[in-house]
C-alpha cells in the first residue's frame, strides 16, 4: 500500500505542542536522498503558551522552513492562506474528540467553515475514557477551570479536590499551565498518531478495545 502523503503547502498551528513541532521538523528533512517537502508554517501564538511556541518556532526556522507568528486572533483574518492545520491534544477522549490547549475548538471550527482539513497529531497514549457532552462538562468529575469567574468581590470559595483518575491528571498538568478546551470529532478530519493516519471512529473503537471487555 503506497505511502499517504499529506497535503503540506500552508500549515496553521498552535499551542507548543512538541508533537507537532516533531511532525513538521520531520516532514522539512530530506528522506532516502528525496527532495525536501517546501511547505509555510503559519503559528498562532497565545501568551499563555508563548515559551514552547517560541522554541517549535526558532527550531522549525533551525531546519529551514519558513515560518510567520500570528496572534490567535487572526485566526479567522489567515484562513484564506491555509492548507492543513495540526494541533496536539491533552487527552483523545472517547468519542474520537479531543482535550486540548484553549483556541483549539475555536481553530476546528474556523477550519470547518473554510473546508479546511484539520489534523491531530497525538501519541496513542493519549487515548482515555473522559467522555465530553459540552465545552463545561468534559467528564472529569475533578476538572474545573473557571474561564467564566464571575464575581461581586475579590473572594473566591476553593474546594476540596477529590481523587483523580489519569485522564483527569493529564488534564490537571495541562491546566495548571494553561487552560483547556473541547474539540468534537465531527470537527476534526483525522489523527496522526504512532501507526499511522487514523480517522477518527478508528480511534473511537480503539479506546472500546483498551477500554471496554
Known sequence: MPERRLPLKGVLTHGGSRVVGTLLARAAERINGSPRRRFKVIYAISESRETESNEVVAALRAKGVRVATIPEGGVAHIMSKVDIVFAGAEVITAQGGIISRLGTYQIAKLAKADR????????????????????????????????????STDTTDQATPGPENEDEKRAGGSRSVAPLDYTPPDLITSFVCDHGVKSTVAMEHQVIDMFVG
Not at 120 to 147: I, M, R
Open 116 to 151: 479546511k482539513p484539520f489534523y491531530v497529531a497525538a501519541e496513542q497514549h493519549k487515548l482515555g475514557q473522559t467522555f465530553p457532552s459540552n465545552q463545561f462538562t468534559f467528564g472529569c468529575s475533578n476538572f474545573k477551570q473557571d474561564l467564566l469567574d464571575f464575581r
